[in-house]
Every structure is written in structure tokens, then in C-alpha cells.
Nanobody, 124 residues
Framework: QVQLVESGGGLVQAGGSLRLSCAAS????????MGWFRQAPGRNREFVAF????????YHADSVKGRFTISRDNAKNTVYLQMNSLKPEDTAVYYC?????????????????WGQGTQVTVSS
């Protein structure tokens, strides 16, 4: 089992920045690739970013590319999502998820563990 706890969400004005954190506990964190997803009211949960556990390579959704950056610190069992130039359409609950594979996927069905989520609200 892997337990995931997100933090760092909040209310920010458009153009501002936030850094989300996801702290993992339980099984060996370094063996899991990590993803960030988000879900706005009335919409499906969507992929935001992914980072492999072994080489740290990353993928970002086109909608956030150049504004958001995923990173991880295996020594601290934590993955981060740095969000810059925030827009009102970034408003959502943000979730981190763990996947016991290095294969990149945007499918929520392919992730083994999920956090409870943290709310991000961007005002215009």
C-alpha cells in the first residue's frame, strides 16, 4: 500500500503561482512513477503531468506545458507540481497518483493509488 497526501492548494489570482506537494508513505516510493490529475466541477478527471521513478523523465499535458512543472524528491518521498501563470480554467481539485510502472499513461485506470485531492481556485 502507498498512502498519498496532497497539500499546497488554495486561492490565487490569475497569473499567480502555487506549488502542490504530494507526500507518500508506505511502500517504497522510488519504485512508483507519479502523476498529477485534476477534476473541475462537472468534468472528467484529466491528466496534468507524469514523472518516471527511474530516470525522472516527465510528460505534461498540452494545456499546462510551459506553465506547470512536475518534479520529485525520492529522499523526501514527495512529488511536486509547480504551477505558474495560473488561469481561471486551471481551477479544479488536483490529485496525485502512483503507478507501479515506468510506462507513461494518461489513463486514470492505470494508476494504483490516489490521494484525496487539494482544491486550487484561480480568480480572474
Amino acid at each position: 500500500q502507498v498512502q498519498l497526501v496532497e497539500s499546497g492548494g488554495g486561492l490565487v489570482q490569475a497569473g499567480g503561482s502555487l506549488r502542490l506537494s504530494c507526500a507518500a508513505s508506505g511502500r517504497t516510493f522510488s519504485g512508483y512513477s507519479m502523476g498529477w490529475f485534476r477534476q473541475a466541477p462537472g468534468r472528467n478527471r484529466e491528466f496534468v503531468a507524469f514523472i518516471r521513478w527511474n530516470d525522472g523523465s516527465t510528460y505534461h499535458a498540452d494545456s499546462v506545458k510551459g506553465r506547470f512543472t512536475i518534479s520529485r524528491d525520492n529522499a523526501k518521498n514527495t512529488v511536486y507540481l509547480q504551477m505558474n501563470s495560473l488561469k481561471p480554467e486551471d481551477t479544479a481539485v488536483y490529485y496525485c497518483a502512483a503507478r507501479g510502472s515506468v510506462v507513461f499513461t494518461t489513463s486514470t485506470l492505470e494508476y494504483d493509488y490516489w490521494g484525496q485531492g487539494t482544491q486550487v481556485t484561480v480568480s480572474s
